[in-house]
Structure formats: C-alpha cells, structure tokens
C-alpha cells in the first residue's frame, strides 16, 4: 500500500503520512464498510487513493517539485514501469494497449501518479478541453473493451 | 442522467479526476442505488490491477504506535457517527477502543487495528483465541495471524509479499513448543485467507507461527524447508 501512496505523491515520507492517516480513516470508517457492495481490498486502496489526492492537491501543503527532493523515477518511467507489470494476460494490460499512446498514458498517469486533467494538459502542451474530452473517449473505448 | 454520462462519471472519479462535487453526487447515487454501487465497484476492480504494481515498501517502524496514539486522540464530532441508529457499531468499536487502551504496547495496538481489517473480510462472531503479529528478519509486519480454539485460523498478509516463480507461501505453527513445526494450509494465491485444520490441540499463548515460501503444491517434505517470510508468536488479547 505505501509503494501505491509513494507513486503519487512522490516522497516516503508523505506517503508514509498518507498510509497512516488513511490507516486511521479506516478504522473510523469500519461500520461503514458494506461487505455487500465490494471487497475489503479495493476499499481501503481507495480510501488511500483518497488520502493522496487530496494531500496532493491541497494547497496548504507543499509538494516538492525539485527533483532531488523525490523519492521516485521520473513520471514516465513510473508509467511505464506499472504498465509493464500489468500481467500479460491481464485484460487491463490487453486493452489499454488498444489505445493510442496518448489516451493510454493520459489514463494511466490519473490513476497511478494521480494527475488531474490540468497537469495532463499542461504536459501534452493541449488545449484542457480536448485533454478532457481525449480520456473520456479513452475511458470509453476501454469501458467497451473491458465489458 | 443517461447511462453514458454515468460511465463517465463513474470512470472519472475511480481514476480521481473528478471533482469533490461529483464525487459526492456519485456517493450520494451509490447510497441509493445498489445498481449504481455495483457499476462502481466494477469500475473499480478494473483498475485495481495497477494497484499491483507499485514498489513493495516496508512498512516503517513505528507506523503501528502513531496510528495508535491518532486514535486514542479525541475526534471531531463531526466524524462521529450518529448514535442513534449505528449502536451496534458504536458498542464494537468501543470495545476495540478500550481493549486497545489496556493493551498500550505496540504489538497489541497493531494487532488490534489489523484485526479491525480483518473484520471486514469475514464475518466472525467469535473473537479469536491468539493473535500473532508475524515479522521479518527486519521487524516488519507482514502478516497477521488469528486463530480459534479449533484452529481455524485466519491469515491477513500486509505486505503484498514477493512469492517467488513456482512457489507458494505456506503457513507453519508449532502446537508443541519442543515439537515440529505443521502445517496449516497453503496461501497459494499469495491472498489472506481462512485455513482449517483438524487434529490440533488449541492454540496457546507463545505458541509460534510463521509462514514460509515452498514448491508449488506444498513442501514436499511436510516440514518447512524454504525461507521464512516472517514469524511471530502468538497472545492471546485481552478480554
């Protein structure tokens, strides 16, 4: 959990931080848990993917943009590297390749390094209303393939 | 609001890129609508595979007390459920809380919230017999370790550990402290799970378990012959 924590929030101890208080938030939370609407599993990653985001995004905090202040490899490295380690035989792995480059990294980057449209656009040089309406037909190509 | 729109919505805020506000309209939508909550979870387990693919990081040492101490902190009241209609809840989570109070030492304490995570996934009405935290040669904890009087004995793994090609993890216990270690079951889809075992007298307190890589299919020798992913002994908590 704290390797998924790091990658979007770059630093060790930040995550450490986040693996915490979602931790915490976890064990508040646990009667809200409804064992009928999904595993425990993907619960508590999204109460951490939470947790990061909206560390990340807060304002009030400060998140290191120097690059001897991070703890992880280079953006595209980090995507490449979690792309790769999708299973072969992994569906997931099957149809993100069917997208173009763009859209498949685009998608990945949100959910793996946490990035929000803004920050796609402002690395692709894009205008946000493509980059916005690009991942939604990412999201729907592979919606299809995935179903 | 069409079904496409609602996709769209969905996919959206399992990658995080919606807005607090419409995460909180999907919220609000999956409360109502056991059709939307599912639409949800499944949205969410087709990513979750990328999960998976983080770094395996330790857990740092001390992670357990500074949770501990967050807790024992007072809430905000407006994190507090209503009492009213969660008394039920309340009463567990009290007991949890109090428990945890008596038991002050960090082993205990991470026992504790980790047997909170475990809550989830089964439903249990009898509380366990022994709890053993299980560490490696590092002091991190790996897995936790819960055993009933007739040795049904739950495994919650907190560390998605490195299995090794063609091997499975395997869990030990020593019944008999000067005695051999036996085996308790397999984790062959390297997953926290139940395992049952007939024969065994009950668990008792420093009794060890640990858990260990061997070939796929068990050890062949019915005896631990691989490495050891991490051990601990067991306590029985405090009632």
Known sequence: MLGVARRILRRTDLAEEAL???LVLVWRKAHQFDESRGNARGWLYTILRNRCLTMLRNEDREVPVAPEDLDTPPDDVMLETAFDRLGHASDLRRCLERLDGESRRAILATYVLG???GEIAGRLDAPLGSVKSRVRRGLMKLRECLS | MTDRSLDILIDEVVLGLASEADVARLEALAAQDPDVAARVEQARRR??????TAEELPVPAGLWDRIARALDAPQDDAARPARDNTVVDLATMRRHLNRWRVGASAAIAASLVLAGLLGWTMTRSVDP?????LQDESGAVIALVESNADN????TLLERPGVPPDQVMQVWTKPDDDGLPVSLGLLPTARSSVLMVDGLPAPHSDQLYEITFEPAGGSPTNLPTGPILGKGL???PVS
Do not use: I, R
């Open chain 1, 20 to 22: 915490q208080e979602a």
């Open chain 1, 115 to 117: 990035y929000s449209h």
């Open chain 2, 47 to 52: 990513f979750a595979p990328l999960d998976d």
């Open chain 2, 129 to 133: 017999l022994v709890v053993a935290v």
């Open chain 2, 152 to 155: 049904t004995t739950s495994v």
């Open chain 2, 234 to 236: 067991a306590k029985e």
